[in-house]
């Protein structure tokens, strides 16, 4: 064969078929979302430079929910960064296409879900991963450790911005429990966070003794470099409580209001959603209660009950002293949350002691923490959208005008998507998610 001259075109490059990867294959987003949730998108070609790929939505099976052109794709090189802006509540799946060099192409599917647009929609970003926040616990630099009431499972987030979570722990075997400790509040003190369960019987009026567990966690690390240890626990509270409450004239009833079969969530019934320490204390600790309201009837007041030995209780499981208890008036609504600040200004999220009480009046109040003073009331906060008010990050200087708070909400009987489907029975868990809110709270 005869040698190519110097003016013979030359052979065409080969590559090979690209190839594209997703962080995950399924995402939610919001109607209306800013700094919605996103997926990473990974892509390689053999024999081009990844800056040459193109990566882009090519189909959509619904696009009244989302089109191809609402897929936006940042960044270059082998790594991309895609999101999706919602325009109607559904599902869709999308066709997220890598194109490369001589033509040959590859694609992967994202399965999308976008919930309802909703109120105050620019000071709202989305917890993924979990549909169930009841507590929370800031952990510096605006990072936050919340809890789940469905799980043992405790999640690191940055509520700056919508996503899955940084860590996640999961405290079961560590507390030697099997089923959910229906963890409601959280307070912390130093580098010690305390959480406790409901200490009430589950729905169905039985009682579940991994429920009545109190515990601690030692925080390491800062931010997003935050790390938990788990520490002492207790599993006698709810009969220390129940106890003292017989030896004192049966006053709020719990013996009775947690007998087999009484369900927690009564206006006479037994249920602890808030945990604080007391004005200057390390060592008294407040029990805000669900239920009972006192008397447990329309206009009745919330109940705090102080544990004087708290540290004690929890971290290295002593019987508890009870002191004597708080009743506040909250405009007939019961504790929901009850959070301080290292000035001892208290907020405290307030709303209905019943079970479907997604669209039940909730509030925020202010308060001293000091027993005989009234809390003053902040705001009412809005019940429009699905979720219910479950827990506060953290309190600011309510001295300050333009405060503001973050609140998160229990997303878990919520039908998300409009399939009919409660959050938490979601088959993927990208697509749970509770909201956090900011709202300004002193005028």
Do not use: C
Not at 79 to 84: A, E, I, K
Not at 318 to 340: F, N, Q
């Amino acid at each position: 064969m005869a040698a190519l001259g110097p003016g013979a075109p030359a052979h065409a490059a080969s590559y090979g078929t690209p190839t594209i990867t997703l962080s995950s294959g399924y995402l939610s987003g919001a109607v209306g979302a800013t700094a919605d949730p996103t997926v990473t998108v990974t892509v390689a070609q053999s024999g081009a430079d990844a800056t040459a790929l193109g990566v882009a939505a090519s189909a959509s099976s619904r696009t009244s929910v989302a089109a191809t052109g609402d897929v936006t794709v940042t960044g270059t090189g082998a790594t991309r960064q895609l999101r999706v802006t919602a325009r109607a509540r559904g599902y869709a799946d999308l066709t997220v296409k890598v194109t490369g060099l001589g033509g040959k192409t590859a694609t992967r599917t994202l399965h999308f879900a976008a919930s309802a647009a909703v109120g105050n929609a620019s000071d709202t970003r989305y917890l993924t991963g979990s549909s169930d926040a009841s507590a929370a616990v800031g952990v510096g630099d605006g990072y936050v450790v919340v809890a789940d009431d469905e799980s043992n499972t405790l999640r690191l987030y940055n509520p700056s911005s919508s996503g899955a979570p940084v860590r996640t722990w999961d405290v079961a075997s560590e507390l030697g429990v099997s089923k959910e400790i229906d963890i409601e509040g959280a307070a912390r003190v130093g580098n010690t966070v305390y959480w406790t369960g409901s200490l009430g019987n589950n729905k169905d009026g039985e009682y579940k003794a991994d429920r009545n567990t109190v515990f601690t966690t030692t925080v390491s690390g800062f931010g997003a470099a935050t790390q938990l240890t788990v520490g002492g626990s207790y599993k006698k509270l709810r009969d220390d409580l129940v106890a003292w409450d017989e030896a004192h004239g049966n006053r709020y009833g719990f013996a009775a209001a947690t007998a087999d079969g009484e369900a927690p969530k009564q206006a006479d019934g037994f249920n602890i959603e808030g945990l604080e320490f007391a004005p200057g204390s390390t060592t008294t600790a407040y029990l805000g209660f669900r239920a009972p309201l006192v008397p447990p009837k329309a206009g009745g007041k919330a109940l705090l009950v102080p544990v004087t030995n708290f540290d004690q209780v929890a971290g290295s499981g002593a019987k508890a002293v009870i002191g004597t208890p708080v009743e506040l008036d909250l405009g007939g609504l019961s504790i929901r949350d009850i959070r301080k600040n290292s000035a001892d200004q208290y907020l405290i999220v307030a709303g209905s002691w019943a079970a479907d009480d997604n669209s039940d009046p909730y509030a925020l109040y202010s308060w001293d923490g000091i027993a005989g003073h009234a809390p003053q009331k902040r705001l009412g906060l809005p019940t429009a959208d699905p979720g219910g008010w479950e827990a506060l990050v953290d309190v600011p200087d309510l001295s300050v005008p333009g405060a503001r708070a973050q609140l998160i909400t229990d997303a878990g009987s919520a039908d998300l998507y409009g399939d009919g489907t409660e959050a938490k029975d979601l088959d993927h868990d990208e697509w749970k998610k509770s909201r956090a809110t900011w709202f300004t709270v002193t005028g």
